[in-house]
């Protein structure tokens, strides 16, 4: 799960950097506030990849992925891209943990088949 969550986490990253960007262009924001809402938010991604298996980690990451459909406020482009990388996050968290647990089941297979005559 670790590789896929924290896959999405750093494409969000870049996505919020590049939003950023393009938050700067809006009159009405001050291009600091928009650097410190996106800093905030882009190091809390990759804050995220390191606590990902932790208690709470999939709930922060949640928090992040409704945080980003909420900034289409501000660019509206943010709704279908937060709603994107939403489905992402749904996709890392179902699939990575079925990864785990097919991985935790290979693990204690024995290691080979019987050979014939033992």
Same mark, same amino acid.
């Given at each position: 799960m ?43 991604c990759?804050?995220?990849?390191? !606590?990902? +298996? ?8 949640? @928090? %992040?992925?409704? =945080?980003? /459909?909420?900034? #289409?406020?501000? !660019?509206? +482009? ?8 939403? @489905? %992402?996050?749904? =996709?890392? /968290?179902?699939? #990575? ?17 019987a =050979?014939?005559?033992?």
């Amino acid at each position: 799960m670790r590789t896929l969550c924290s896959s999405t986490l750093i494409g969000e990253f870049f996505v919020i950097g590049f939003a950023a960007l393009v938050a700067m262009k809006d009159p009405d924001l001050s291009t600091s506030t928009v650097w410190l809402v996106s800093g905030i938010a882009m190091v809390l991604c990759v804050a995220l990849c390191g !606590v990902i +298996t932790r208690p709470g980690g999939v709930a922060l990451g949640w @928090a %992040l992925q409704i =945080a980003l /459909v909420a900034s #289409g406020v501000f !660019v509206p +482009t943010m709704y279908f891209l937060g709603l994107v990388f939403a @489905a %992402l996050w749904w =996709a890392s /968290v179902h699939y #990575g943990r079925k990864i785990d647990e097919a991985k935790a089941r290979f693990a204690v297979q024995p290691d080979g088949p019987a =050979a014939p005559g033992s």
